[in-house]
């Protein structure tokens, strides 16, 4: 019984070192199709459209903040039509348009007033702030 750490231990640094998923949630996920990123002062957020047409962003900030939004995601066109799991995401709305490298928000559900231009830029986060 005294050697039981030592064991638990063992296997879980051999586990994290050889394993081909490298302790990676990632990899048991569908591929991301889309991604896009946005980058502000004081918080920054990802957004996945996966290839099983589910969607995640993770929205987070200073002091801890750190939020989630979960879906379905169509395509028609150049424009992405966004089904939320609960509530919706306020800066994206529900209909997007890929324009210019940019996540466009369109539609009656984004209010153009308080976010009046794209924020999330297509790819991988650049670390720009």
């Not at 002062?41 to 589910?54: L, M, V």
């Not at 799991?85 to 800066?91: L, P």
């Not at 210019?100 to 999330?120: Q, T």
């Amino acid at each position: 019984m005294q050697c039981l750490p030592a064991i638990i231990t063992l296997t879980t640094l051999t586990y994290a070192i050889f394993s081909p998923y490298r302790l990676d949630s990632e990899r048991l996920e569908s591929e991301v199709e889309i991604r896009a990123c946005y980058e502000g002062t004081q918080n920054q957020a990802y957004i996945k459209f996966r290839k099983d047409k589910s969607f995640e962003l993770n929205w987070t900030g200073i002091f801890g903040y750190d939020e989630w939004w979960t879906g379905q995601w169509s395509k028609k066109g150049d424009s992405l039509l966004l089904k939320y799991d609960g509530k919706r995401a306020k800066q994206l709305g529900d209909t997007i348009l890929i324009a210019n490298g940019y996540l466009n928000p369109i539609g009656h559900s984004v209010d153009k007033a308080k976010f009046p231009r794209p924020m999330f830029y297509l790819g991988y986060c650049r670390n720009e702030n």
